[in-house]
């Protein structure tokens, strides 16, 4: 047997016989496995303790794996055992195993956005993704998503692939498609579900602009009917909505906010839309919102609406 360690004798017995730490205990302080240590005990005669299995009841494995989301070797360190012990012991219980994808937590990458990315993720987090903590122990970030739009898909991976793995499931019977990935903790700006647009946001056009793409991308819409222009954007977010429209209005973009529909039983509460009709405030509303717009669709529609309003200018039924 080749040995890729030179521990001498009388430092083993030292721990081992002596002080009496465990093999795992001993391979923490020499910075190596501890199959390895329990190999030299047998290469020198040492004498070995009977192993003492700890108890772990299935509920205390789960609750550490699946709801703290720890990993084997750190359960391990608890219970002084190997990961390949507590392998053994989820296998007994039945208990799944994570993804690969969840598992990896070397490849969370820091966020290093700009003020404007940071915006764009918050407006676009509050219109369309479900954000919680992973755990109180690892601090890191979730995100989940569920849609029937590949469009969608695409966006939310293309935001945050480049920071950590994207889960994307097949669709369900029903077509609808889970996305899910789990952030450094640097992203816990996205925790918060605001009822209005943070002050460091609006007070910044820059800021405000990212911020509305996001939202927009999420929740916005544009479209031609009867041959006009329109731009809509509804949620049950009535003061960030109205925070938006303020910011048209600011910016000279004719904007009506109204209450479209009154809460019902089993609705969240009113919901309310933005509508934009006229061709010059569409025409405002371009130069200032369709650089941060990210969303394949609300582009394409976009260029689809400007293109209506170019027509209908040229055709002299409307002015810029």
């Known amino acids: 047997m080749i040995f890729s360690y030179a521990f001498p004798s009388s430092l083993l017995k ?14 923490d302080i020499l910075k190596c496995d501890p199959k ?3 190999r030299y005990l047998e290469k020198y005669h040492i004498k070995t303790r009977s192993i003492t299995k700890p108890k772990i009841s299935e509920a205390k494995l789960r609750n550490l794996y699946e709801d703290e989301e720890m990993s084997l070797f750190e359960i391990g360190k608890v219970y002084k055992m190997t990961s390949s012990g507590i392998l053994k012991r989820m296998r007994k219980f039945h208990i799944p195993m994570r993804s690969s994808w969840e598992v990896n937590t070397a490849e969370k990458k820091v966020f290093s956005g700009s003020q404007g990315e940071k915006a764009y993720l918050i407006g676009f987090r509050l219109g369309d993704l479900g954000v919680r903590k992973s755990s109180d122990k690892t601090q ?14 695409i966006l939310i991976n293309n935001l945050f692939k480049k920071y950590a793995k994207v889960w994307i499931s097949k669709p369900n019977n029903t077509g609808v498609i889970s996305v899910s990935t ?15 647009v943070e002050s460091w946001i609006i007070s910044n056009n820059i800021n405000t602009a990212a911020f509305a793409g996001g939202y927009i991308d999420a929740e916005g819409s544009f479209g031609i009917y009867d041959n006009r222009a329109k731009f809509r954007l509804g949620s049950y977010d009535k003061e960030i909505l109205k925070q938006i429209h303020g910011w048209f209005i600011k910016n000279n973009i004719k904007s009506i906010f109204v209450l479209e529909r009154e809460k019902k039983t089993g609705q969240n509460d009113d919901f309310w839309r933005i509508t934009i009709n006229e061709a010059k405030s569409l025409v405002k509303l371009n130069k200032i919102i369709f650089p941060y717009l990210r969303h394949i669709k609300r582009k394409a529609d976009f260029t689809k609406v400007m293109e209506n309003v170019n027509m209908r200018a040229q055709n002299g039924t409307i002015q810029l």
């Open 36 to 38: 390895t240590i329990r």
């Open 14 to 27: 030292k721990l081992y016989t002596k002080d009496k730490l465990s093999t795992y205990k001993i391979a």
């Open 140 to 153: 890191m970030i979730k995100i989940c998503s569920n849609t029937t739009k590949k469009e969608q898909v």
């Open 182 to 196: 789990i952030l450094h903790p640097s992203f816990s700006f996205l925790l918060p579900k605001s009822k209005k």
